[in-house]
């Protein structure tokens, strides 16, 4: 009689898994569903709407459902990976070099969008109604003014960071009034009404960008604002992922994602607006600069007692 012992037993069923594929766990087993996490500009009901056929198309190519949840801010989407509940998130440049700062390498970017001329960058843009005398950032110097939300690349972090390398001051010494939106919308829609008189919101190009998103929705009129200022291209938004996941997902995930504008074309034209003509991989380096912004930000906060 062939006996074996613990150790013995564990030894052989890791061998036979080795030249079984039957016997290995698929990563369904563990994951028989997924969840993506976003934090849009938009509304709650056109988010979840806009980015619903990615999800019906990664349901489809990965064989499990896909969900799709949206946190009320950067942080929130950010903490629910860090707990685990979220595996897959789409958020912009400076929300991950948080969660990077809070997660480590147990986070780290995947692909990232090209816009539909092949660029891979965006901007942060500062507006102000285009019935004002405002041309300038010196002309809305101790104006009222809103950023979007304390952890948005364009709405925060890199206005932010040329505020106070380019004209050496801060949006607090600045401005008249300083406060947080909630988000990209909101503060298009406070300028607009009149509660500030400039904010801060990201733009891509004269077709794409979050006030011809909202004027093509209604949400505004069609020539009310003005853009006075304009930053350095910044990396686009990356699809960032749990690295603790099992590598048979990951592999399937990006291979499904690239495969995204191929498969399903007019899924991925809503998804995108239009406005993307595919995905690159990306890396955590892609990302440095936008990094050291926030750190920047980070220190002079800190400097200033904030």
């Not at 990563?27 to 976003?38: A, C, D, K, V």
């Not at 860090?82 to 995947?110: C, F, N, T, W």
């Not at 904010?199 to 020539?223: D, F, P, S, Y």
């Not at 890396?283 to 220190?299: G, K």
């Amino acid at each position: 009689m062939l006996t074996l012992t613990r150790r013995g037993l564990v030894a052989a069923l890791v061998s036979l898994a080795l030249v079984s594929p039957a016997l290995s766990q698929d990563w369904r087993e563990q994951f028989p569903e997924l969840t993506i996490g976003i934090s849009s500009g938009e509304n709650e009901t056109d988010a979840i709407a806009r980015n619903q056929p990615y999800a019906d198309y990664l349901s489809r190519e990965l064989g499990v459902p896909v969900n799709i949840v949206r946190g009320t801010d950067y942080a929130a989407v950010i903490e629910a990976m860090r707990a685990g509940h979220v595996q897959v998130a789409s958020v912009g440049p400076a929300a991950y070099a948080l969660a990077r700062k809070i997660m480590g390498e147990d986070i780290a970017p995947v692909a990232v969008t090209l816009d539909g001329d092949g660029n891979l960058g965006y901007y942060s843009i500062i507006a102000v109604r285009a019935d004002s005398d405002y041309r300038s950032l010196e002309d809305i110097k101790g104006k009222s003014f809103a950023f979007a939300d304390p952890n948005s690349t364009s709405g925060y972090a890199v206005p932010s960071y040329y505020l106070a390398t380019e004209l050496n001051t801060s949006a607090d010494e600045y401005f008249s009034e300083v406060a947080f939106s909630g988000g990209h919308e909101q503060s298009v829609m406070a300028l607009t009404n009149g509660t500030f008189e400039a904010v801060a919101t990201h733009w891509r190009n004269e077709e794409a960008g979050n006030i011809q998103t909202m004027e093509n929705k209604g949400l505004i009129e069609k020539g009310s604002t003005r853009i006075i200022w304009k930053s350095p291209v910044i990396p686009n938004t990356p699809v960032m992922m749990l690295t603790s996941l099992p590598q048979e997902l990951q592999d399937e995930f990006k291979t499904a994602l690239m495969a995204f504008p191929e498969k399903d074309p007019e899924g991925f034209a809503e998804y995108t607006r239009g406005t993307s003509s595919g995905y690159v991989a990306a890396t955590h380096d892609d990302y440095l600069d936008v990094i050291a912004i926030t750190e920047f930000n980070a220190a002079q906060r800190r400097k200033n007692g904030n």
